[in-house]
């Protein structure tokens, strides 16, 4: 029964044998946990533990994995605001260097018209 969810481990997440066969592609960080049956694991850092009475567990993983979703979310709208602003000011920047150049050449030839009389 084992080797048949360790087949279907690997058929589903074959991350898992690369990175056990690649020692650069292992992840050290994280946070030991031991669970109720005494087994001792890493966790990611941010990984929520839920303290009942008696025992300890981990946040469930879809849980876990949409407060992660959410959090990228978050991230990606505050970089698509900067990436905007930013996109404003060169827009902003690019009419004043317009407004210089014009201003610049208007200059030169009231110049040169004085310059000729």
Known sequence: MKFVFICVMFAIFPSIAVAQEDPA???????????????????????????????????????YLGMKVLQYDDR????????????????????????????KELAQDSNQTVSSQ
């Open 25 to 63: 592609l292992n992840n050290t960080a994280g946070v030991d946990f031991r669970s109720s049956q005494g087994h001792t694991f890493k966790v990611p850092e941010d990984m929520i533990v839920v303290k009942h009475p008696g025992y300890v567990v981990l946040l469930p993983v879809d849980e």
């Open 76 to 103: 990606f709208r505050k970089m698509q605001e900067t990436i905007d602003s930013l996109q404003t000011q060169v827009v902003e920047l690019k009419q004043q260097v317009e407004t210089l150049q014009t201003e």
